[in-house]
């Protein structure tokens, strides 16, 4: 069964800081991984998204990496900002069965000014 | 702009109630899921339809119970309402396979 985990389960860091968010995930048969964010009481708003066959992403001041053998997805966030602040949220879906995300509890992100 | 709808975005009902919510995709999305997220907790997958089909369910009793329509909206029913369904739930569709794009959500609220 997948379990996904993410650490640290709250950050909070000085405006500025470059940081790293760390998502672990148990069986490493994954189609792909998938980094969202989600202000308090919204929806979901979609990262990054790794295939299965990719090392890494990157948007802007975000990059993800992928390491499928060791089961572990980090992002990183460069020059943080207050407008950082926010839940993170690392999804995978598998190979096996449904095409559903399993979800870790999140990263409660908080940058301040 | 997500693409994908979902109403009413807040919602309050009592406990043994049924309450339909609603999610509208675009056009094209075949496949449509649904979860729940409680609060400080990570999205629960509940369901997912495909071409108006159950395919798959998560770890939900039968009183949670969807459809899936046509014109790519769908609807995730739950009767005898408990305490324990508050929480946001949301919507993903996507053309075919994985990668989903989610609404904005539904807060449901049982008192």
């Not at chain 1, 389960?9 to 980094?35: H, K, M, R």
């Amino acid at each position: 069964k997948q379990e996904v985990t993410q650490i640290p389960a709250a950050l909070s860091v000085p405006e500025g800081e470059n940081l790293v968010l760390n998502c672990s995930f148990t069986d490493s048969a994954i189609y792909n991984l998938q980094w969202f964010r989600q202000d308090p009481g919204k929806g979901l708003t979609s990262l990054l998204l790794i295939q299965s066959s990719q090392r890494e992403q990157t948007s802007g001041r975000l990059n993800a990496s992928l390491d499928k053998s060791s089961g572990r997805s980090t992002l990183y966030i460069a020059a943080s900002q207050p407008g950082d602040s926010a839940t993170y949220l690392c999804a995978v879906i598998s190979t096996s069965g449904t095409y559903k995300y399993i979800f870790g509890t999140g990263t409660r992100l908080k940058v301040l000014a | 702009e997500t693409g994908v709808t979902q109403s009413p975005t807040h919602l309050i009902k009592t406990r043994g109630q049924q309450v339909t919510l609603r999610c509208s995709s675009q056009s094209g999305h075949n496949t449509v899921s649904w979860y729940q997220q409680a609060l400080g907790q990570g999205p629960q997958f509940i369901f997912q339809y495909y071409r108006e089909e159950e395919n798959g369910r998560g770890n939900f009793p039968p009183r949670f119970s969807g459809l899936q329509f046509p014109n790519y909206s769908s609807e995730l029913n739950v009767n005898a309402l408990e305490l324990d369904d508050s929480a946001l739930y949301l919507c993903a569709s996507s053309p075919t396979g994985p990668g989903y794009t989610f609404g904005s959500g539904t807060r449901l609220t049982v008192v």
